[in-house]
């Protein structure tokens, strides 16, 4: 089984860019799908992205076309490359990993990282 260790989060301003970055560990990760998700104070962790073992993509329609979601797997990282950065994407973002489901359902992911925060000002 995989660890995921998330980095890349910070403060930017509206308009701005981060690339957010997991790192796994372990053999076998081109073999399971990765998602970014993500959790403002108060609420529920949402989807954001997630790449499939073969490349395919998803994205939650309130990123799409800004967020872009990659993947490296000699260097066994996911990439989450957000531009045109809006308040509202203030969050902890969380990677995720399973080897069998590749979807916006949070329930179904096996392994998760520890976070990382991303804030926003206006």
């Known amino acids: 089984q995989v660890q995921l260790v998330e980095s890349g989060g910070g403060l930017v301003q509206a308009g701005g860019s981060l690339r957010l970055s997991c790192a796994a560990s372990?053999?076998?990760?081109?073999?399971?799908?990765m998602g970014w998700f993500r959790q403002a104070p108060g609420k529920e962790r949402d989807f954001v992205a997630v790449?499939?073992?073969?490349?395919?993509?998803n994205y939650a329609d309130s990123v799409k076309g800004r967020f872009t979601i990659s993947r490296d797997n000699a260097k066994n990282t996911v990439y989450l490359q957000m531009n045109s950065l809006k308040p509202e994407d203030t969050a902890v973002y969380y990677c995720?990993?399973?080897?069998?489901?590749?979807?916006?359902?949070?329930?179904?992911?096996?392994?998760w990282g520890q976070g990382t925060q991303v804030t926003v000002s206006s």
């Open positions: 995720a990993a399973d080897n069998r489901y590749w979807g916006p359902d949070k329930r179904l992911y096996d392994v």
């Open positions: 372990g053999r076998t990760f081109s073999r399971y799908a």
């Open positions: 790449i499939s073992w073969l490349g395919s993509t």
